[in-house]
């Protein structure tokens, strides 16, 4: 063989071991499906992100593989920040590839991701955010929690029915979506609620970082409400709470799902008992047979009880997992139309009817702080 044939024999030898390496590579990958998650890992609402990735991490143990494929998990932080929550989504759209999103906590950080999300066609559901601005206009967006028009109607009715309250004032977290949205929602039930235009006799602000609430809570007190509709991030209404109790405030103070963290205990201690909140699970009333799966396998790996937010984690996933199986493909827009189409899913936080917005039609949870635990109150419909 002339040196000449040796040197074409090795190019194609070379080319050989190129095409089969890519071939291999590509195989690999495609047997692979990749389910991108985006929270608050770090920063004011890490503690919101992390019980929610216990959740759709449990999941995955549980569940692993769909249509014969492994599910890789595929989670960034978007580090409480919605400019860091809009970055996080174009990762999992470009450099990721993945074929559907889980996320956020925090509704204005699933709102930042919405434009890119939407544009990019890549089905996204998410776990706990509750703003109705999440999935308005976005078809691609989707949630397995109920919406917060609900949850402000269900603490007003409370407020009158249970508390007998009249009159009402309300401290908001301005520079929080989820908590305006939240108390304009409870501001109109409750005004219905009562016949009186006047019912909310007061509405003070503060900023998310915030740690002195002394004028705002002199300002309310000097207003003698009935009760006190305060939703905001854990740590500051845990703040906000005690030294309401500081200045010697007794009266009863209401918040929304956002108060069932661990920190709002830790940082409220014995102030924060008695304080009521809606949420959307409680592990003292299993709902569905996944219910039970859910919280043995969570008690087995986490030795404690979950947060609300861990089981709709959990039910995200397994929403995702479903209509991948359903539309027999990863092809996004099948399985957003997929989605789309859920009814009647056997969560772990309940059962998952999906309407025409992409929402949850669920039942809520009403808690209280009880002996420095959240203790279940109450169920209450749409």
């Known amino acids: 063989m002339t040196k000449k044939s040796f040197v074409i024999l090795g190019l194609l030898l070379c080319l050989l071991v190129v095409f089969t390496t890519g071939c291999k590579k590509e195989a690999t990958e495609s047997d ?114 109920f919406i917060d028009p609900f949850q402000g109607t269900v603490m007003a009715t409370y407020s009158y029915n249970d508390l007998k309250a009249k009159k009402a004032a309300i401290i908001q977290e301005i520079s929080n979506d989820y908590s305006v949205g939240l108390s304009k929602f409870y501001s109109d039930a409750f005004k219905r609620l009562t016949g009186d235009s006047d019912a909310i006799v007061g509405i003070s602000s503060y900023n998310t970082g915030d740690t002195d609430f002394s004028a705002q809570l002199t300002n309310i007190q000097s207003l003698n409400p009935d009760v006190i509709f305060s939703p905001g991030n854990y740590s500051e209404s845990a703040m906000l709470i005690k030294q309401a109790r500081e200045l010697g405030i007794t009266t009863p103070i209401l918040g929304g799902d956002t108060y069932e963290a661990p920190e709002f205990l830790d940082i409220g201690s014995n102030s924060v008992e008695g304080a009521v909140f809606s949420t959307f699970f409680t592990s003292e ?84 702080v009880k002996n420095g635990k959240f203790s279940y109150l109450t169920t209450v419909s749409p």
Not at 45 to 64: D, R, S, T
Not at 107 to 127: D, H, N, R, Y
Not at 289 to 301: A, C, G, I, N, V
């Open 32 to 145: 692979v499906i990749k389910i991108g998650v985006f929270e608050p890992m770090t920063g004011a609402n890490a503690a919101g992100g992390a019980m929610e990735v216990e959740g759709i991490k449990l999941a995955n143990m549980l569940f692993p593989e769909v249509l014969g494929k492994k599910v890789e998990l595929v989670v960034v932080d978007n580090k409480s920040d919605k400019v860091e929550a809009a970055n996080a989504a174009v990762r999992l759209v470009d450099k990721e590839k993945v074929t559907a999103i889980i996320g956020s906590w925090g509704s204005s950080f699933s709102m930042a991701a919405g434009p890119i999300i939407k544009e990019a066609k890549i089905p996204t559901v998410s776990a706990s955010a509750t703003n109705p601005l999440v999935t308005k206009g976005n078809d691609f967006y989707f949630r397995v929690c």
């Open 285 to 368: 009333v299993p709902i569905t047979d996944m219910s039970k799966t859910f919280l043995d396998e969570y008690r087995k790996q986490y030795n404690k009880e979950p947060a609300s937010v861990t089981a709709l984690g959990f039910d995200a996933y397994l929403v995702i997992l479903d209509a991948i199986k359903r539309a027999g493909t990863t092809d996004t827009v099948k399985v957003r139309d997929a989605i789309a189409q859920t009814q009647n899913f056997e969560g772990a936080a309940g059962v998952i009817t999906l309407d025409t917005n992409g929402d949850a039609v669920k039942n809520a949870v009403i808690k209280q």
